[in-house]
């Protein structure tokens, strides 16, 4: 069921009794802009732990305990050219816990003071919360980059996205950022989103959707004056191969490939891109698995990966550095047999039956149907399960040689763990 | 077939012990599009010392060789097991603890191919000295991977210091070294001595007729012979009650932007298996929450002192033979997480007493937790250790957790938080890389 609030404010609410939680998830989208990336970042991570009514962490963990132990839960992240903070919170089912505790409306309560009232007064936030959560995502930003293949695969994001610093960053903001960031400017920012961001509320679970629509109708939500966000980043790119390699000290190093690849999600050529994506490197019996990982032993991970709302595929394999010329010829060769058609009807029929497999699994995930909700509502394309069956089974092996064809490489990225000359 | 109903949660478990000895355990759940089953053996990273089927000597075998079975063992000669999964839409995985080693797929369509093709490739080993000389580069990668992620080394580092003389302390994968040593040959003893389907089990759970999948899976196994099971002899060190061998300290460097510390607890009291150790480990869990749960003051104290913050994490590991707690966190003073950490855990006193309010708190939370779990297949097939708790599922465990008091968790924090069973082990930045931040 779809109730629109207020222009730009949606609520939609999933009945299901396969599971025995129930999942509320408010997400605020805006457009990706540089400057407030990194305010967003802070921002999740402020509502996480405080609000007026739980004024640090442990009265947060109170109540939620009170409430059977609900995980609630904050965080960013970028889709295409807009950036979305999300809270989540799923409570058990009381059904389930032989209580008569109304958790769903209370966990809706939750949420809505957490939102709406915020720790801080004189319109800043409370100045030693935000100096503790300055000081903490700060440490998390920099230790995130001990993560040898995300650091590797955000440098490649770096190189990709030349000249976007916004498509450039990381979505949770820089370190450096956080220096220029006060509590009085950054309230102000958070009263900008609740007034122009849009959006979506999704209830997923066994609710009174009713009861559900009246606790949210009762906030009085305003209008949104400002667009819909763009759901797609178009960013063609014709650059041919750069290479670029750094050194560090470590065992393995990181390998990663940026391409072009101009399909986007449920447009054109989009179901023969999923397939393209497993026959070359998104499952075990991909391309890059076959050929890197087992037949050459090259690699324990070799994989790729399709971002459709910005056009364009990732490879990434750990590696011994001395095999770097081998891997990057062996990748380069299964695109091209892919192009040219070298690949079996069968491992086709094959690759599509996983995608099936995944696609069927994903629907015993009470997370699916709330994150499925929220890009229907981004990109307007909503299709159903037999649908989305029917195209996948639909698409011909000429239609993957055509995929395969708009594949242009831009950028590599090699982590490197020995000084000799590759 | 027997019947066990969980009325609170409409769930309900079919077990039985097949001739040959395999447990199967099979739990349907209504509206589930997916099915996952676990085959698995109680055979683990630490069981590198034991007496070959058909042998009557302990031999010792390279570390690393229960791991590398399990990736070996889905080569055939003609086929890999990969393939007929992927043949069948299924997607498929294994992988390998300290005391166990578990196949895996889970499939929307074709559940009987996909069960038979489980059950065949675990009980049909192949190995060659080429195909295992092939896989010693694959593994060699994934040991290097390992090796670069300072988690991991935390992990294995605070091992070191509580099991130096236990099998327990070496990387589950071997080292490029030992596993350079492992033959056709050992893999095949190893596969004789620990597969057999008395030493297993399979657990199927999701979408599926518990009636039908039995039947298939009995006509399966009675298709197949297997030698009389003799019973498993392995070698594996007692735990040393008075943990005078416990190293209390050691630290190495890597190139990390900051800190990490980790702090350890052994258990010096073997824990008795059955529902004695869920029990067991569901206090320590309740101890945990109450010491340092971010319900807890202690947690609020810290996290405001800046001494621990969102990368603060604690872990409790109770497998059969041996059970130890971890606390780690990054930290810019290590020194100061690991004394903060150390006071709170031998000052138990003072966190418990007369905390009644507190743990009524966390056990509702607690149980709340287990209503989560019930939703995902994999927790629910995880969690289940037939040779340590025995045949209990998740849905015992709100029942045990309902009736603890404030004695039983006091009790089980005089066992084991005890000072000779507390070590330290910490990464510290490399000297260049602190250089670099500063300049």
Redesign the interface.
């Known amino acids: 069921m779809q109730t629109q609030l207020a222009n730009g404010v949606q609520l939609t609410t999933v009945p299901s009794r396969q599971f025995k939680t129930n999942q509320i998830i408010v997400n605020f989208r805006a457009p990706l802009r540089r400057e407030d990336v990194t305010k967003r970042a802070l921002l999740s991570n402020l509502l996480e732990t405080s609000s007026e009514a739980y004024p640090d962490q442990r009265a947060l963990a109170n109540a939620l305990a009170k409430m059977y132990g609900a995980a609630f839960g904050a965080g960013v992240s970028r889709k295409g050219p807009t950036h979305n903070l999300r809270l989540a919170l799923t409570v058990a089912n009381e059904r389930f816990l032989a209580s008569d505790q109304p958790l769903t409306q209370q966990a809706i309560q939750f949420l809505q003071s957490i939102i709406f009232k915020p720790l801080g007064c004189d319109h800043q936030f409370d100045q030693a919360t935000f100096d503790r959560q300055v000081l903490n995502l700060k440490a998390a930003i920099q230790s995130v980059a001990d993560d040898k293949q995300y650091y590797a695969a955000q440098q490649l994001n770096v190189a990709l996205f030349q000249g976007d610093p916004a498509q450039q960053i990381p979505s949770f903001g820089t370190a450096a950022d956080l220096d220029d960031l006060n509590a009085r400017d950054l309230w102000t920012y958070y009263q900008s989103v609740l007034a122009d961001d849009q959006i979506d509320i999704i209830v997923v679970g066994d609710v009174d959707e009713q009861a559900v629509a009246d606790q949210w109708r009762a906030v009085g939500f305003s209008d949104r004056l400002t667009p819909r966000p763009r759901p797609f980043y178009h960013h063609h790119n014709n650059q041919h191969f750069v290479e670029q390699t750094e050194y560090q000290t470590l065992s393995q190093a990181k390998l990663n490939l940026g391409y072009d690849l101009p399909v986007f999600y449920r447009g054109e050529h989009y179901y023969a891109a999923l397939v393209f994506n497993e026959l070359f490197g998104g499952s075990p019996l991909s391309k890059l698995f076959m050929n890197v990982r087992e037949k050459a032993s090259l690699a324990y991970y070799a994989s790729s990966a399709l971002d459709t709302f910005r056009g364009v595929l990732k490879v990434s394999a750990g590696i011994d550095s001395a095999n770097y010329d081998q891997v990057v010829k062996i990748i380069g060769e299964q695109l091209t047999a892919i192009q040219r058609g070298d690949f079996s009807d069968d491992l086709v029929a094959q690759l599509k039956l996983g995608l099936i497999n995944d696609f069927e699994s994903s629907l015993d995930s009470q997370r699916t149907f709330a994150i499925q909700a929220l890009i229907d509502d981004l990109t307007q394309q909503p299709v159903s399960d037999d649908e989305w069956l029917a195209n996948v089974q639909a698409v011909t092996r000429e239609q993957i040689m055509a995929v395969a064809k708009l594949v242009t490489l831009n950028n590599g990225f090699f982590l490197s763990g020995a000084q000799t000359c590759k | 077939m027997q019947i066990k109903k969980y009325d609170?949660?409409?769930e309900t478990l079919y077990q039985a012990k097949l001739a040959n000895g395999l447990t199967v355990s099979l739990l349907p759940k209504?509206?589930?599009?997916?099915t996952y089953a676990t085959f698995t053996t109680n055979y683990g990273s630490i069981d590198n010392t034991f007496v070959p089927a058909g042998g009557d000597e302990l031999h010792r075998y390279p570390d690393g060789i229960a791991h590398f079975l399990e990736h070996k063992m889905f080569e055939k000669a003609d086929h890999?097991a990969?393939?007929t999964f992927?043949?069948?839409?299924?997607?498929?995985n294994a992988f390998t603890s300290f005391t166990k080693t578990s196949y895996l797929f889970?499939?929307?369509?074709r559940l009987k191919d996909n069960l038979t093709t489980l059950l065949d490739f675990v009980q049909d080993p192949y190995f060659t000295p080429e195909t295992v000389d092939?896989?010693?580069?694959?593994?060699g990668?994934?040991i290097?991977?390992y090796?670069?992620?300072?988690s991991w080394r935390l992990y294995f580092g605070m091992i070191g210091n509580l099991y130096p003389n236990h099998p327990l302390q070496y990387d589950i994968a071997g080292t490029t070294d030992s596993i350079a040593k492992i033959t056709a040959d050992d893999l095949y003893a190893a596969y004789r001595t620990f597969y057999h389907p008395e030493n297993m089990t399979l657990f199927v759970v999701?979408k599926l007729d518990p009636d039908e999948v039995l039947a298939w899976i009995t006509e399966n196994q009675a298709a197949k012979t297997f030698a009389d099971f003799q019973p498993i002899e392995r070698k594996i060190p007692a735990t040393v009650e008075d943990g005078h061998d416990i190293m209390p300290y050691r630290s190495i460097e890597m190139?990390?932007?900051?800190a990490k510390s980790i702090v350890g607890v052994k258990g010096l009291t073997p824990i008795k298996a059955g529902t004695e150790a869920l029990k067991y480990r569901a206090t320590v869990n309740v101890l945990l929450e109450m010491l340092f749960?971010?319900?807890?003051?202690n947690?609020?104290r810290l996290?405001?002192q800046?001494v621990i913050?969102?990368?603060f994490g604690y872990d409790f590991e109770l497998q059969s033979g041996f059970n130890f707690l971890t606390f780690s966190g990054?930290s810019d003073d290590p020194a100061q997480f690991d004394a903060a950490i150390i006071d709170v855990l031998e000052n138990w006193h003072a966190s418990l007493d007369g905390q009644d309010a507190l743990l009524e708190?966390?056990k509702?939370?607690?149980?709340?937790?287990v209503?989560?779990m019930?939703?995902s297949?994999e927790g629910i097939a995880n969690r289940y250790d037939q040779r340590l708790f025995g045949s209990v599922t998740l849905f015992d465990e709100p029942g045990i957790i309902q009736q603890l008091t404030l004695a039983d968790v006091a009790a089980v924090a005089d066992q084991l938080l005890q000072s000779q069973a507390i070590s330290e082990y910490q990464i510290r930045p490399?000297h260049e890389e602190l250089k670099k931040a500063e300049s």
């Open positions: 609170q949660f409409n209504a509206g589930f599009h997916k890999d990969f393939q992927g043949e069948y839409g299924a997607s498929a889970s499939a929307t369509r092939k896989e010693k580069g694959i593994i990668q994934e290097e991977m090796n670069d992620d300072p999701g190139p990390v932007s900051r749960g971010d319900t807890s003051a947690y609020l996290y405001d800046g913050d969102d990368t990054e708190l966390v509702k939370e607690m149980i709340g937790r209503v989560f019930s939703n297949l490399q």
